[in-house]
């Protein structure tokens, strides 16, 4: 070490220690100074140098060091600096109580606490380890990155001040401004521009929101966030949930994306007995023996037509039955019920609540006029606008306390830009000014650090399953309104669901698939369009449209609009009671049907079997304006036929396959879903051309066909089976 100016200095006659004042030492090109100090040699012919007060470190590259106190190695160039400690480089000041400093590898260490200031970010941690040189830092041990847009939380970190990427190796919380947080434990996120990276464990939450992923890319200026393999979505405050293998969430629009196997699960209520036994196949006695007399008078023949029709009540039931077979993983006698969607793209956003087009579809328990025709607004239209609205946060559970303690970045700028670009010694009055700031730095970064919160590890699934639980507690749903008769308030936001191409749904007691579904939450309907087709127990419906809706978690009331179709399949699989119209339109009690209106050409076409022996007798076909059925504990109570066509009962030896369907017919058990399984397996098979475009005037043979294993023969003309009846 080479001395190159004192003030004064003076010899210890004991130990041979020079000590100098003011002194300016030079030692591989960097420049020591402070208000003291002194050199010495140990055996060997090592250098030391201790110096006290206002200690200043010039080195060649621009980087300078304050502190109170110096002990330099000048064989291995290493430093040992302490109190009221500040490095300043090119790129960031570094503030602590000790730090250990090579100046030769130029890595420095503290492991008391301090903190590091960038351009852009305030870094505080207990143990650092930094290196001059990459602009790396390894920060250990309740880590807070701070910076006007995020506050991060953790306990391994590594920083780059040049390219400000932050790389973490535990559990962290990255918390915005808008009280949306990054949770991670492995992944990069860069300060500056804020795009993440994350690959274990990781969740992204804003307000009720909450979205979770193998893999999870975030963009703070777009505010889009995707998540990749074994994706989950979750709205805790409107109760809904998605899965899939890809999720992109955009913040802005509030709006969730969902693709590779998607799925969505709406939670209703489960309030029908699963148990209860199946009285629909009793057969109304007197019907055969009043068939069977040929003599009866008109009277007679009157009373069998009324007797046909009870009987197709007994029957038509069959078709409309709501048993509940449960799924082979739930509970029969469970409160609740799960509706399992899946298309192959799940779309869903927040809208203005008063820019939703509720349906008005004018449906009457009484049953209304008797053919009314609705123009339909699906309610489709999407805002350009997004009100941002606060909801509680379901994942916070660490409150900001550095608002008001910690001492603003702002603050630390004055510091950052008395970095030297050059190599200058800086004087020792300006380092005196910033002492008993840098001593209120440290003691405010060690507050902050102790009521600091670093989440634990495997935050992320008990956050997440936390919030499924929350989403799964169906009684906490609010009820359907009324939208036309309640005020909706100009901020008020409800969610709509989009599921485009092979849609599928399962529940427990239902079953559906269509071409593309819409669902709006504000009025809980659920619109089937494109082939749709729904099955309950042994029946299958189908119509141009199919809307259905949710009240108080339970089944309402649903409408098969243009086209609909109800089929049940007798226990054979051969005959099916069928039940056809213009439209048709079913009400529900406790999730079972309790009145079903069918308008517009109304036919019902019903087999009857021999209770003991299951063998069909006959088949009674009813045709009129209008034919309502009400039900109580699955039982009919009431058949109406209203503008009776007419009503004819064929023993069974006169029904033939021309009779035996109605037009428009058709059976399709194999695209029914099975299970949750057999939903996210399996697409519904493409319909033959011959299906969706039969020819005018002519029925689905290829279809009849599949369904009875055997041409089709046309035996009898409509005239020879009318004789037939009155002989």
């Known amino acids: 070490m080479n001395l190159v100016s004192s003030s004064s200095g003076r010899i210890n006659s004991k130990t041979g220690h020079m000590t100098f004042y003011n002194p300016v030492y030079e030692h591989k090109g960097n420049t020591l100074s402070a208000d003291s100090g002194y050199i010495y040699e140990n055996e060997i012919k090592q250098q030391y140098f201790e110096a006290f007060g206002n200690v200043v470190i010039t080195q060649p590259s621009g980087t300078v060091i304050y502190s109170d106190y110096l002990h330099y190695d000048a064989t291995a160039q290493l430093a040992k600096l302490t109190n009221n400690v500040k490095m300043v480089d090119r790129n960031s000041v570094l503030t602590t109580n000790y730090l250990t400093y090579n100046m030769r590898s130029k890595i420095g260490t503290y492991t008391g606490g301090g903190r590091i200031v960038t351009q852009t970010d305030t870094i505080t941690s207990k143990n650092a380890y930094y290196f001059e040189g990459s602009g790396d830092a390894y920060f250990r041990y309740k880590v807070i990155v701070r910076n006007p847009s995020v506050k991060v939380y953790t306990d391994t970190m590594r920083y780059n001040s040049l390219t400000k990427n932050t790389h973490f190796f535990g559990p962290t919380n990255i918390k915005g401004n808008n009280k949306e947080n990054l949770y991670t434990e ?177 449906l009457d328990r009484s049953g209304g006029q008797m053919i009314e025709e609705v123009e339909v607004n699906f309610g489709d239209e999407e805002t350009s606008d997004s009100t941002q609205e606060i909801i509680n946060d379901e994942l916070s559970k660490v409150k900001e306390v550095n608002e008001n303690l910690i001492p603003k970045v702002k603050e630390d700028k004055k510091v950052t830009s008395t970095a ?145 179709f109800m089929v049940n399949a007798l226990s054979d699989s051969t005959k099916f009671n069928q039940l056809k119209g213009r439209k048709i339109t079913t009400f529900f009690a406790n999730n079972n049907i309790e009145r079903l209106f069918v308008d517009g050409n ?80 399996r697409k519904r098979e493409v319909p033959k051309e011959t299906d969706e475009t039969p020819k005018k005037g002519k029925k689905e043979d290829s279809e009849e066909e599949e369904i009875k294993g055997k041409p089709i023969e046309r035996k009898k003309e409509t005239a020879e089976i009318q004789e037939e009846i009155k002989k």
Do not use: C
Not at 198 to 212: A, H, I, P, V
Not at 232 to 243: E, N, P, Q, R
Not at 291 to 314: F, G, M, P, Q, S
Not at 523 to 544: E, L, V
């Open 186 to 362: 492995r992944g990069i996120y860069n300060t500056a521009t804020g795009i993440a990276n994350f690959n274990k464990k990781n969740l992204y939450t804003e307000g009720s929101r909450f979205l979770k992923g193998d893999s999870l890319h975030y963009e703070r200026e777009s505010g889009i966030g995707k998540a990749f393999r074994n994706v989950v979505f979750v709205d805790t405050l409107d109760k809904f949930y998605a899965y899939g293998g890809k999720g992109e969430y955009h913040q802005g629009e509030e709006s969730i994306l969902m693709t590779n196997k998607p799925y969505i699960i709406t939670v209703v209520k489960n309030e029908s007995d699963s148990t209860q036994t199946d009285s629909l196949k009793v057969e109304p006695p007197l019907i055969q023996n009043k068939l069977d007399k040929k003599t009866a008078k008109r009277e007679a023949k009157e009373k069998d037509i009324k007797v046909a029709e009870l009987k197709n009540n007994k029957k038509s039931e069959a078709i409309i039955s709501d048993k509940n077979p449960p799924l082979s993983d739930a509970n029969s006698s469970a409160k609740v019920d799960s509706v399992y969607m899946t298309a192959d793209t799940l779309y869903s956003r927040m809208i203005l609540a008063k820019e939703y087009k509720a349906l008005d579809l004018k």
């Open 420 to 564: 030297p670009k050059k190599t200058v010694k800086p004087t020792l009055n300006n380092h005196g000014e910033n002492r008993s700031q840098i001593a209120n730095t440290i003691k405010a970064d060690s507050v902050l650090r102790q009521k600091a919160v670093v989440p634990l590890e495997g935050h992320a699934d008990s956050v997440i399953n936390k919030a499924l639980k929350i989403a799964q507690q169906a009684d906490a749903i609010s009820s359907t309104k009324d939208s036309a008769n309640t005020a909706i308030s100009d901020t008020a936001r409800t969610r709509i669901v989009k599921a485009h191409y092979n849609v599928r749904l399962f529940k427990s007691d239902l079953q559906a698939v269509a071409d593309s579904v819409y669902y709006g939450m504000q009025d809980s309907m659920f619109r089937f369009m494109g082939r749709p087709m729904i099955w309950a127990q042994d029946s299958q419906i189908s119509a141009d449209t199919i809307y259905m809706q949710i009240i108080n978690q339970k089944m309402d009331n649903a409408l098969l609009k243009e086209n609909a």
């Open 602 to 681: 109304a036919e019902n076409l019903v087999f009857s079997e021999n209770e003991k022996t299951k063998i069909i007798t006959e088949m009674f076909h009813d045709r009129g304006g209008r034919i309502k059925v009400r039900m109580e504990d699955r039982k009919i109570i009431d058949y109406i036929t209203i503008k009776k066509v007419d009503q004819k009962v064929y023993p069974f030896a006169l029904v033939t396959q021309e009779n035996e369907i109605l037009p428009g017919f058709t059976w399709r058990p194999q695209d029914r879903p099975k299970s949750k399984e057999d939903l996210l397996n």
